[in-house]
C-alpha cells in the first residue's frame, strides 16, 4: 500500500509518521499545497503545530488544496488517518464528529498512556464502525494497548447528544485507561472514527510506537491493520 | 529615540566607560555617531565582547581528532562518523529570564537551534540547566513556571525534542535566575556551513522574521550590568519568540544549505544585525554593506541605529552569490518566510550602515568586532563562606515524613534529601516537554512490564543515530554550590559528573561545551572564583582528552544580597556502539547483586546534607581525575558489553540517594550493607549521604561484577536487588523505607509547592 | 472599507480552564467577588464588503460547534 504524509508548515511528527508506515508499507511526503495526492492509497495527516495553531489547532491546515482531495479519498472509502494535530484537523474539516480543546490543567503532557480498543465489545460488530476499519482490523475490542500522548489541546469534546450517537454506531476507536485521561476528556475518549470506520482521528502518537528502543510497538498494529485490509 | 543623555554622556549610558569611548574614537580617527555609538556599545559589550573572561578562555583544550568545528564559529561539532557530524553549544538566557521567564526561556531556546542550524546541522534534541532561589518563594515558583511553559511552547512546538537537563533550588538564585539552553544538530558534514562571509560582489540576503524593536539595548543594557531596582522598566527590551516562524526558517535554511546555495549563514541574536554582519566580514578578512532601507520591517518608523541593533528572533543572515539570489528568495517563499537582500560583501575592511544612498555609519571591522580593550581580572580569595547558612533540617524531615520523622534518624534524614527540591524527581517538568518527536531517544524499559518511559531518573540522554550505525549519549551539569565551596575542585567536578553520566549510558565522551555563570568580575571574589574554576575546567578537559568545542559567558549575576553561586554549566556529547544494549539506572532482577565501583570517597563538604543543616563551607577533597577516568572506562565497558543490569552514578545526596533512585526506577527494593566503607574509618552518615566524584552504583550477575576490579578500579559489592524496601545498614546506623515512601518523598515536588495550574 | 471587530467566547456549559485559572487566581491578588470569568479571543480587520463577514466568521474565525461569536462594527454604524 503507498501511504501519503501531509506535511504543512509546522508539522512535526511528519517523518516519524513516513517512517512508521514505511514499515509496513511504501510512503511519501504530501506538500499541503499539493492537490494531487500522487496516488496514494491511505492518508496520515501527522501531529505537529500546523500553521503554529494560530486561531485554533488545525483551523488553517483543513483549508489547503491537499485537505480537498483528501476529504475526497475518504468519501470514496480510502483509510485516511489524523494523529494529534491531524485529528484536531479532521475535526476542524468536518470529517469526523467533536472538537479537541486545550487540556484540563492547562499543560502540555508527553506520557506513556494505556489506551482501551474498540468501544463497546457488547453490542453487535455488524454495527461497530471499529468492526469495519482498517485501522482496527486485527486489534480486538477491550484490547489494551501502550501509546504516548504529547498534546496541550487533547482534550476531546462534543455536545452529550452526539457523544451517545457516536457510542452507538461504535465510532468510538479509543479510550484511556482508567486513571489515565491525561486531558479531561469527555468519556476517556482518546480517538474516534467515522460512520464508515475508514477515517480514524486519536490524540495519541501510534508512530511514536513501532520500535521496542524508543518506546513500545503497539502503535505497529494500527499500520499493519490498514495493510492487510482490502481496499 | 536615543536614551537621553542626562547628566551623563551618552555612551557611558549605553554601557562604555570613558576608556572605551576614547579607544573608539582613536580608532576612527574621529567621534562615532549616533548609529555607530550604537553599534559599538552592544559588540563592546560584556556579553558580546567577553572582555572579561576571553583572556582566561585560552587556557580551555580546544583541539583534538575528532572535532569538526572549534570555538569561534555559531557552534562546536564532532565527528560521528559516516560522513556525519554531531553539532552543539550551550548558552544562557539569565537576565531576560528573570524579568520575563516566558519569552526569556523560550527565546533562549530559539536563539540556542538558531546557532546549530546556521551550521547546517538539523537540531535533534534540546538540554536545559535551569536554577531558581529556593521553592518556597513565590517569585522562584513563578520563574519555575514561567521557565519550563516557555521551554516547552518553543521546543515542542518547532518539533525538537527536550530530552534532558537539571533544576537546582539554591538561595543565592533568588535573584538572579539561571536558564542555560544546550541544542545538539546532526549535520552532514559535506552540507556544513561556515561563519565567514566570502567573496567579494556576493549578495547579503536577511532570511525570517521583520525587524521590529525587540530587545533594543538589550544586550549592553541588560547582561553587562547587575539587575537591581526598577528592573520592571526593562520589560520593553525583552524579546518575544515564535516557534512557528523559527519552524519554517530552519527548514528553508536546510533546504538552503543541502542545495549549496548559500556561501555562508548566521545567526541574529544579541545586538541583531550588527554582531552577525560584523562577526561574519572579520572571520571572512572582508568588508560588508548594510543598507536599512531595504530590511524588512515590522514598525514602519524605525530609525537606522535600531534597524541595526534589534534583537527580533528568528533571522538569519546568509551570503549568497549573485546569481543564486532569485533561487534563495523562491525557496523562502515556498516555505513562506521572509527573505530580502539587503546589502553586500565589500573588500577594505568595513562595515557600513547604508540609508538608500546615504551613508549613516561606517566603522572598520576590526575596531568593532575584534578592537574591544581585554580586561584581567584582579582576583582575590575571599575569607570564609560569602552565602549565608540555615538550618531546615528539621522542618525538612517533618514535611518529608507526614510529621513523625526525627531528624537524628538516618531514615528520615533520607527522605527528607530525597524530596530535597534539588534532588526530587523533575518529572512535573520534562513532562511538560515532547521528548519523543523525531524517534531518536531510547526509552528505559523498567523491569515489571510496565511502559517504557524516558526515566526520570537516568544518568545521560541517549539519540540512536542510524545515519552513522551508532548513537549518542548527551548529559549537562553542574553544581553551583560545590563549585562555590572549591571552584577548582568543583568545576572538575562538574566535568568528571558528565563524563560518569556519559559512562553509565556505555558512552566515551567526543566534547564539550560550557557556559560560565558567575558574578561581577570587576569585584575580587567573583573575580577568583571566574579564575579557579576556568583553571579547573582545562585541568578536567584535557586530563580526561575531551576537547572544548564552544560555549558561552554569562557575568554580572550579582542582586542586591550578592553574587549568585560561581556556575560552570557543563554539556557533554559522547558516543557508544549500540543503544540497544544500554543499561537502564534502575534496578532489574530480584536477586541481582548491588555494587559501588569506582575511588569514591565521600564527605559532607558542600553536601545536601551539608546544606539542610546550615553547615556550608569553603573546602572540597580533591578529585582524583586520572582515578575516576579509569572507573568511567570500566562501567562504559561493562555497560557496552551487556553485562549489567543497571548503572547510575553517584551524586546528589550521596549513596543513600543513589541507592535509593535506582530502587525507585526499578521499582525494586535493596539490601546493603556499607561496613566496607565504614570499616575505613567513614562515619554511618559520610558512608550514606556524603558526596563526591567517582561513585557508581552498579547492578547485575555478582560475578560479573566482581570481574570489573582491576588495580585501577576498585568494586564493593554491597548488597541485592529485591523486595520493596530500601534496607541500608552503614555501622550502628540502619536507613529503612518502604518503595512507597521513597517515591512519594522523590516525587513530591508538585504537590508540596502547588506546581499545578 | 469597514472596520469590524469579532469576538469569539467558548460556548456555555465547556470546560473553560484558562476562565477557571484566571478566576481562582484573582483573590490572592486582592480582587474578592470576581466570578464567571470566561477567557476568549479577538480579531479585529477591516472589510470591504462587511456582509461577507458572519460567513468568514462562520467558517474560519470561530467553531461553532464550541464557539460563540459576536461581530461589532468600530465605524459607528
Redesign the interface.
Known amino acids: 500500500m503507498l501511504w501519503g504524509v501531509l506535511q504543512f508548515p509546522g508539522s512535526c511528527d511528519e517523518r516519524d509518521a513516513l517512517h512508521a508506515c514505511g514499515l509496513t508499507g511504501e510512503a511519501r511526503l504530501v506538500w499541503h499545497e499539493d492537490r494531487d495526492l500522487g496516488g496514494v492509497d491511505a492518508i496520515v495527516i501527522p501531529g505537529g503545530f500546523s500553521y503554529g495553531d494560530y486561531l485554533r489547532a488545525g483551523a488553517i491546515a483543513r483549508f489547503s488544496p491537499a485537505m480537498e482531495s483528501v476529504a475526497e479519498l475518504a468519501a470514496g472509502g480510502g483509510p485516511v488517518l489524523g494523529i494529534c494535530n491531524g485529528f484536531q484537523v479532521l475535526c476542524e474539516a468536518g470529517l469526523l464528529p467533536g472538537a479537541l480543546l486545550l487540556n484540563d490543567d492547562l499543560r502540555f503532557v508527553c506520557r506513556q498512556v494505556e489506551l482501551i480498543a474498540g468501544g463497546d465489545p457488547s453490542s453487535p460488530p455488524a454495527d461497530r464502525a471499529a468492526a469495519r476499519s482498517p485501522f482496527l482490523a486485527g486489534i480486538e475490542a477491550g484490547e489494551r494497548l501502550s501509546i504516548p500522548v504529547k498534546h496541550g489541546e487533547g482534550r476531546y469534546w462534543a455536545p452529550p447528544a452526539i457523544l451517545d450517537e457516536i457510542e452507538a454506531n461504535g465510532q468510538i476507536a479509543f479510550r484511556y485507561a482508567a486513571g489515565q485521561n491525561p486531558n479531561g476528556s469527555a468519556r476517556d475518549i482518546a480517538g474516534v472514527l467515522n460512520k464508515a470506520g475508514n477515517v480514524l482521528g486519536l490524540m495519541p502518537h501510534p508512530e511514536h510506537a513501532v520500535d521496542a528502543l524508543t518506546g513500545s510497538t503497539d502503535g505497529l498494529r494500527l499500520f499493519e491493520g490498514a495493510e492487510r485490509s482490502p481496499a | 529615540m536615543m536614551p537621553a543623555a542626562e547628566q551623563r554622556p551618552e555612551y557611558e549610558v549605553l554601557g562604555l566607560t570613558s576608556a572605551e569611548y576614547e579607544s573608539i574614537c582613536e580608532k576612527l580617527g574621529r567621534e562615532p555617531n549616533g548609529v555607530e555609538l550604537a553599534m559599538f556599545s552592544l559588540l563592546w559589550s560584556e556579553h558580546c565582547a567577553y572582555k572579561h573572561s576571553r583572556k582566561l578562555l585560552g587556557r580551555l583544550p580546544t583541539e583534538g581528532e575528532r572535532v569538526v568545528m572549534g570555538p569561534g564559529e555559531n557552534a562546536g561539532a564532532v565527528d560521528i562518523g559516516n560522513g556525519h557530524a554531531v553539532a552543539f553549544k550551550v548558552e544562557s538566557h539569565n537576565h531576560p529570564s528573570a524579568v520575563e521567564p516566558f519569552q526569556g526561556a523560550a527565546t533562549g531556546v530559539g536563539g540556542i537551534l538558531r546557532d546549530v542550524f546556521a551550521l547546517g546541522a538539523r537540531p535533534i534534541a534540546v538540554l536545559d540547566s535551569l536554577r531558581f532561589g529556593e521553592l518556597d518563594s513565590i517569585r522562584s515558583r513563578h520563574l519555575l513556571d514561567g521557565a519550563v511553559r516557555g521551554i516547552g511552547h518553543y521546543g515542542n512546538s518547532i518539533g525538537v525534542p527536550t530530552v534532558g537537563g537539571e533544576i537546582y533550588f539554591e538561595a543565592p538564585y533568588e535573584h538572579n535566575c539561571l536558564v542555560n539552553a544546550m541544542c545538539v544538530g546532526l549535520a552532514k558534514q559535506a552540507e556544513m556551513v561556515r561563519a565567514a562571509a566570502a567573496g567579494v560582489g556576493n549578495a547579503v540576503v536577511l532570511m525570517g522574521a521583520s525587524t521590529g524593536r525587540d530587545g533594543i539595548g538589550g544586550a549592553s543594557v541588560l547582561a553587562s550590568a547587575e539587575l537591581g531596582e526598577g528592573d520592571d522598566e526593562k520589560r520593553p527590551t525583552v524579546q518575544i519568540g515564535d516557534p512557528f516562524e523559527e519552524s519554517k526558517l530552519m527548514e528553508c535554511c536546510l533546504e538552503l544549505l543541502q542545495r549549496g546555495l548559500l556561501v555562508s549563514l548566521q545567526d541574529l541574536g544579541a545586538a541583531g544585525l550588527t554582531s552577525s554582519a560584523g562577526e561574519m566580514a572579520s572571520a571572512g578578512g572582508v568588508g560588508i554593506d548594510i543598507d536599512v532601507a531595504r530590511v524588512p520591517l515590522r514598525e514602519a518608523d524605525m530609525e537606522p541605529f535600531e534597524i541595526m541593533i534589534s534583537e527580533s528572533q528568528e533571522r538569519m543572515l546568509g551570503v549568497v552569490e549573485p546569481a543564486r539570489v532569485p533561487e534563495v528568495l523562491a525557496v523562502c517563499e515556498r516555505w513562506q518566510t521572509g527573505a530580502a537582500e539587503i546589502g553586500a560583501v565589500t573588500d577594505g575592511g568595513h562595515v557600513r550602515v547604508l540609508r538608500g544612498e546615504e551613508v549613516v555609519g561606517d566603522v572598520p571591522v576590526e575596531a568593532l568586532v575584534d578592537g574591544c580593550p581585554l580586561y584581567d581580572l584582579d582576583p582575590a580569595e575571599p575569607e570564609g563562606w560569602l552565602y549565608g547558612n540555615a538550618d531546615v533540617l528539621a522542618e525538612r524531615v517533618m514535611t518529608a515524613t507526614g510529621g513523625v520523622g526525627d531528624p537524628a534518624d538516618p531514615s528520615a534524614i533520607l527522605l527528607a534529601l530525597l524530596a530535597s527540591p534539588s534532588v526530587a524527581s523533575k518529572r512535573w517538568a520534562f513532562e511538560q516537554y515532547d521528548s519523543i518527536v523525531g524517534s531518536r531517544t531510547a526509552r528505559e524499559r523498567v523491569g515489571d512490564g510496565a511502559a517504557p518511559t524516558v526515566s526520570d531518573c537516568s544518568d545521560a540522554a541517549v539519540l540512536a543515530i542510524p545515519e552513522a550505525d551508532n548513537a549518542i549519549a548527551v548529559s549537562i551539569d553542574g553544581n553551583g554550590r560545590r563549585v562555590a565551596c572549591d571552584p577548582h575542585a568543583g568545576a572538575v567536578e562538574a566535568v568528571l559528573e558528565c563524563a560518569q553520566n556519559l559512562a553509565c549510558a556505555g558512552a566515551e565522551p567526543l566534547g564539550l561545551t560550557n557556559c560560565l555563570n558567575f558574578g561581577n568580575p570587576e569585584k575580587p571574589a567573583p573575580a577568583w572564583q571566574l579564575d579557579q574554576a576556568v583553571t579547573g575546567l582545562a585541568e578536567a578537559c584535557a586530563a580526561l582528552g575531551v576537547p572544548v568545542v564552544g560555549g558561552n559567558v554569562s557575568l554580572y549575576n550579582e542582586g542586591p544580597d550578592g553574587p549568585i553561586y560561581p556556575t560552570p554549566v557543563v554539556g557533554m556529547v559522547g558516543e557508544l556502539p549500540d543503544p540497544a544494549r544500554i543499561a537502564g539506572s534502575g534496578f532489574a532482577r530480584e536477586g541481582d547483586a548491588v555494587a559501588l565501583l569506582g575511588p569514591f570517597s565521600p564527605s559532607l563538604a558542600g553536601s545536601e546534607l551539608a546544606k539542610l543543616r546550615g553547615e556550608l563551607s569553603p573546602g572540597l577533597p580533591k578529585p582524583d581525575i586520572g582515578a575516576v577516568a579509569a572507573a568511567c572506562a570500566a562501567v562504559r565497558d561493562a555497560v557496552r558489553s551487556g553485562r549489567l543490569s543497571s548503572a547510575h552514578d553517584v551524586s546528589d545526596g550521596g549513596l543513600g540517594c543513589a541507592l535509593a533512585e535506582s530502587a525507585i526506577g526499578g521499582r525494586l527494593g535493596c539490601r546493603i550493607d556499607l561496613s566496607p566503607l565504614v570499616d575505613r574509618g567513614l562515619s554511618a552518615e559520610q558512608a550514606l549521604f556524603g558526596e563526591g566524584t567517582g561513585g557508581f552504583v552498579l547492578s547485575g550477575d555478582r560475578a560479573a561484577l566482581e570481574s570489573l576490579a582491576t588495580e585501577d578500579v576498585e568494586i564493593l559489592v554491597l548488597g541485592e536487588a529485591g523486595g520493596e524496601a530500601i534496607e541500608i545498614a552503614a555501622g550502628e546506623a540502619q536507613v529503612s523505607a518502604t518503595l512507597k515512601q521513597a517515591e512519594r518523598a522523590w516525587r513530591s515536588l508538585p504537590e508540596r509547592f502547588e506546581l499545578g495550574s | 472599507m469597514a472596520r469590524v471587530r469579532v469576538l469569539i467566547r467558548p460556548k456555555e456549559g465547556?470546560?473553560d480552564?484558562?476562565g477557571k485559572?484566571v478566576e481562582r487566581a484573582l483573590p490572592a491578588l486582592g480582587f474578592e467577588r470576581i466570578e464567571h470569568v470566561r477567557v476568549g479571543?479577538m480579531v479585529e480587520l477591516e472589510a470591504e464588503d462587511a456582509d461577507r463577514v458572519p460567513e468568514l466568521c462562520e467558517k474560519?474565525?470561530a467553531?461553532p460547534?464550541?464557539e460563540d461569536f459576536e461581530i461589532e462594527s468600530l465605524d459607528g454604524a
Do not use: V
Request: no cysteine.
Open positions: 465547556i470546560l480552564p484558562q485559572a479571543r474560519l474565525l467553531n460547534l464550541i
